[in-house]
């Protein structure tokens, strides 16, 4: 069995400080890039909500033999606790490498203030003020896969959130927009799987440049 090595580093840097009590924050639209990083197998940095990750994947690797299972691949994964954006750049690293993969992921951070307002991609303040705050993420076929909740919230309230959390990462599935606050240029346009969609077809385009070049000599 081979196995694919993958070793995340957070780069937590928020950009322009904290805003002050009475600044509201419009989260810009999330950016990424792959295969940035030289002596790495696969690569990706995830930038979103002033926080910027770098990941890292190597591979394959012999397992050793107490954890090999003959005739399987594995990925084992190195990352730091529990956020979207850790998520999100794991994913775009394992793709940046080219492994077939039988599904992709997305997924975001959603904030539920005092007045029980929904906001999506919050800045640290309004995550240090929320009454609650939730993960989740949606496989690329739609179902919920993760879904970390902390703080005081009811079931009606939760399922706001699961609504906002999947419209915010699979796009307007021709539902409403029940957001209180104002987020990204994603919505409307894929959700985040538009933006991870997009930036694979830009590495696709790329990578095939040199064998459009080739052809061309060759005819």
Same mark, same amino acid.
């Given at each position: 069995?081979?196995?694919?090595?993958?070793?995340? *580093?957070?780069?937590?840097?928020?950009?322009?400080?904290?805003?002050?009590?009475?600044?509201? *924050?419009?989260?810009?639209?999330?950016?990424?890039?792959?295969?940035?990083?030289? /002596?790495?197998? #696969?690569?990706? +940095?995830?930038?979103?909500?002033?926080?910027?990750?770098?990941?890292?994947?190597?591979?394959?690797?012999?397992?050793? /033999?107490?954890?090999?299972?003959?005739?399987? %691949? %594995?990925?084992?994964?190195?990352?730091?606790?529990?956020?979207?954006?850790?998520?999100? +750049?794991?994913?775009?690293?394992?793709?940046s490498t080219s492994l077939p993969l039988c599904m992709t992921l997305t997924s975001t951070v959603v904030a539920v203030t005092k007045a029980k307002s929904i906001v999506q991609g919050p800045s640290t303040q309004q995550l240090q003020k929320a009454d609650s705050v939730h993960v989740l993420a949606f496989s690329s076929q739609g179902d919920l896969i993760v879904a970390e909740s902390e703080g005081d919230f009811d079931i009606d309230i939760?399922?706001?959130?699961?609504?906002?959390?999947?419209? /915010?990462? /699979?796009?307007? !599935?021709? #539902?409403?927009?029940?957001?209180? !606050?104002?987020? +990204? $240029? +994603?919505?409307?346009?894929?959700?985040?799987?538009?933006?991870?969609? $997009?930036?694979?077809?830009?590495?696709? *385009?790329? $990578?095939?440049?040199?064998?459009?070049?080739?052809?061309?000599?060759?005819?």
């Open positions: 069995m081979l196995v694919w090595q993958g070793i995340y *580093t957070a780069l937590i840097e928020e950009r322009g400080g904290i805003p002050s009590s009475g600044e509201m *924050t419009v989260p810009k639209a999330p950016n990424a890039l792959l295969s940035n990083l030289e /002596r790495a197998d #696969g690569s990706a +940095t995830y930038i979103c909500n002033g926080y910027s990750v770098i990941g890292a994947v190597n591979g394959p690797i012999e397992v050793q /033999r107490r954890d090999e299972l003959p005739e399987e %691949a %594995a990925i084992d994964v190195v990352n730091l606790p529990i956020l979207p954006a850790l998520l999100q +750049t794991s994913i775009l690293a394992l793709l939760w399922e706001r959130v699961f609504e906002e959390g999947k419209r /915010r990462c /699979r796009g307007n !599935e021709g #539902g409403g927009d029940d957001s209180d !606050e104002m987020g +990204t $240029d +994603t919505e409307g346009k894929g959700g985040l799987e538009g933006v991870l969609m $997009d930036v694979v077809g830009k590495k696709v *385009t790329k $990578d095939q440049k040199w064998k459009e070049g080739l052809s061309g000599k060759l005819v």
